[in-house]
């Protein structure tokens, strides 16, 4: 009966133990990014947004959870873990090991134009026996500009080309102070 109360109270210390060393440093040396392939891109095109978590401690992480939002102009094809409302949020659920890297890429469509960024990350782990959730939320500076779709039409290159005055007249809608007239004669 001793011997099963001694195990018992190993055990306990032993989990209670594990739970602080998981408590202190989960997120030590545990390196998260979140970032776009490119940084300028045109509507419509596809890009890609990759996403690297390395644990550089020998501490496993049995789950760890990386959150990110941004707009959901940015239309992703792989839905499953992410949610679309006001914002895209994007869920990935990871076991990462000692010294394990693990890089993973999205592919995303833009839909519309204009400035895009990540958020920000939130990382959520659990220690062995998954009875302690620890979060942490980290702030990413990547950040995309989409552009107009470039625009080409044979009648509007040649109106740009009349507009930019290529074509000679004898009568102009505005005058220019510094066009050449020629040379009047001396007159005292």
């Not at 018992?8 to 210390?13: H, N, T, Y």
């Not at 740009?160 to 074509?167: A, C, M």
């Not at 102009?172 to 007159?187: C, K, V």
Request: aromatic share 14%.
């Amino acid at each position: 009966m001793t011997k099963v109360i001694g195990i018992g109270i190993i055990a306990f210390v032993l989990f209670v133990l594990q739970r602080m060393v998981y408590q202190r440093m989960w997120n030590r040396s545990l390196y998260v990014k979140v970032d776009f392939v490119t940084k300028e891109m045109f509507q419509g095109e596809t890009g890609e947004l990759i996403e690297v978590v390395e644990n550089r401690k020998h501490l496993p992480l049995p789950i760890l959870k990386v959150k990110f939002q941004t707009d959901r102009n940015l239309v992703f094809g792989d839905k499953d873990g992410s949610k679309v409302t006001d914002l895209f949020y994007w869920n990935d659920v990871f076991q990462v090991g000692g010294g394990e890297k693990i890089t993973r890429t999205l592919t995303f469509k833009a839909k519309k134009r204009g400035y895009y960024k990540v958020l920000g990350i939130d990382l959520v782990s659990a220690d062995l026996f998954l009875t302690t959730e620890m979060v942490e939320t980290r702030h990413e500076g990547c950040y995309l500009y989409v552009y107009p779709r470039p625009f080409s039409s044979p009648e509007f290159r040649q109106s740009l080309q009349q507009l930019n005055g290529e074509i000679l007249t004898k009568r102009h809608l505005l005058e220019d102070p510094f066009e050449y007239r020629g040379i009047r004669e001396y007159q005292p």
